[in-house]
């Protein structure tokens, strides 16, 4: 799962879901990376504005996602929990330090998760949400 998390490199997030975050004035993020997110992300309100999982390389699939948390400049919390101290740091570290290790996991893990069954037709579903059963 901690290689998985590393997709987290590319894309972006909306404001709603690191607002608590960036305003918490919390230990496990940094403080200037914090000041540079609430510019584009006011206390209240405009929850749709977007922001880069990573600012380094926001479009690139690389192991920059991983120096950011060792940095305490994980956007989500979701993602910051990976590197606090608990069972995964070493993963964060190893990955951190070897773009090889990361893709190399990183692919083997998308092969695992593509050879999941999902359930299909009366005993699946598509959520029109991904939050929400439909």
Known sequence: MVALSGSHSIGQAQ????????????TDIDAGFASTRRRQCPQEDQ?????????????????????????RKGLLQSDQVLMSGGST?????????????????????????????????QNGIIRTVCGAIN
């Open 15 to 26: 404001c709603f879901l690191f607002r608590d975050r960036i305003y918490s004035n919390g």
């Open 47 to 71: 929850n749709g504005n977007l922001a880069p999982l990573d600012l380094v390389t926001p479009n690139q699939l690389d192991n920059n996602y991983f120096k950011n948390l060792r940095q």
């Open 89 to 121: 740091d070493d993963i964060v570290l190893e990955y951190s330090n070897s773009p090889r290790a990361f893709a190399s996991d990183f692919a083997a893990a998308m092969i695992k998760m593509g050879d999941i069954s999902p359930l299909t037709g």
